[in-house]
């Protein structure tokens, strides 16, 4: 009797938003396939699971997957999980989930946390859908182009990109598909966690730090935010400053870009609060 292969989501960045039921067949398949076994193994330590692992990523997937379809028509259970979140999406598995239904074998979704499904929660789309259009093309012209092809979509896209391409990318969408909406999850459920929409200038005025895993929300053309403009307390900016660089550690320069971002406000507003709480304390 042929086992089954469990396509595992696993946490994109907090240790403990892994589920129980996914915890369980981790403990209990006879092998995991991970896109980055040693990303993989942390998560196993520190929830003290001995299960073995073995790598398939895009470089060896084509060769893996066959081997690992033997395993499970043998009668073993294999579970797929990739570096962060649920696997196949922007991820290496499409190639042996697919092999795996042609050959008959049962697959079961372990569902879990996604990047994709963190940031649509907590950006205040509509209820009319979203369109997942994964990476943007690495190159500025291919980029450019990709981007004019989805200006007339009518649904909120959301990409993921890499952190040394954020600002490009940023520019790039200013430039071809004009006065948009822009949300942007950078290192979501993470220590430094940061999650702010706002219009694409304002992100160009005050960019996000380079750093960590970035998903973004552009939204359609005629989507606009709601309500009236709410003014952030200078007080919590300054709080918040003063947590991100007594508390956190980050630098001057850091503290004030992601005090920013959190509000939604410039660096220079930023540092007329912190100076302007300063002068009241005196």
Same mark, same amino acid.
């Given at each position: 009797m042929s086992g089954i292969l469990? +396509? +595992?989501a696993t946490p994109i960045g907090n240790l403990e938003d892994v589920t129980l039921r996914a915890l369980r067949v981790l403990r209990e398949v006879s092998v995991i396939a991970a896109e980055d076994t040693r990303r993989t193994a942390k998560l196993l330590q520190h929830y003290s699971i001995s299960t *073995? /692992? /073995?790598s398939l990523h895009e470089h060896n997937e084509h060769a893996k997957a066959s081997r690992l379809l033997e395993r499970i028509q043998g009668g073993e259970s294999i579970a797929l999980v990739s570096d962060a979140g649920t696997p196949v999406i922007s991820d290496p598995g499409a190639r042996l989930v697919r092999a795996a239904h042609d050959a =008959?074998?049962? +697959?079961? *979704?372990?569902? =879990?946390p996604s990047a994709i499904t963190a940031i649509i929660s907590a950006a205040g789309i509509g209820p009319d859908g979203f369109s997942f259009v994964g990476f943007p093309p690495s190159r500025s012209n291919a980029r450019k182009s990709w981007l004019l092809n989805l200006t007339a979509h009518a649904l909120p896209l959301v990409a993921y990109e890499a952190p040394h391409r954020i600002e490009a990318l940023l520019r790039d969408i200013a430039s071809e598909m004009g006065d948009r909406t822009v949300a942007i999850g950078r290192e979501l459920t993470k220590r430094h966690e940061t999650l702010a929409v706002r219009p694409i200038k304002r992100w160009l005025e005050t960019p996000p730090p380079a750093l960590g895993e970035f998903v973004l929300i552009i939204y359609p053309a005629n989507d606009k935010p709601t309500g009236g403009a709410v003014t952030p307390d200078p007080e919590a900016i300054a709080r918040e400053f003063d947590r991100l660089t007594h508390k956190e550690g980050l630098g001057r320069r850091e503290a004030l870009?992601?005090?920013a971002l959190k509000f939604s406000v410039s660096t220079r507003d930023v540092f007329a609060?912190?100076?302007r709480q300063r002068s009241l304390a005196e």
């Open positions: 469990y +396509v +595992v *073995p /692992t /073995t =008959g074998i049962t +697959v079961q *979704p372990i569902p =879990g870009k992601s005090a609060a912190v100076e």
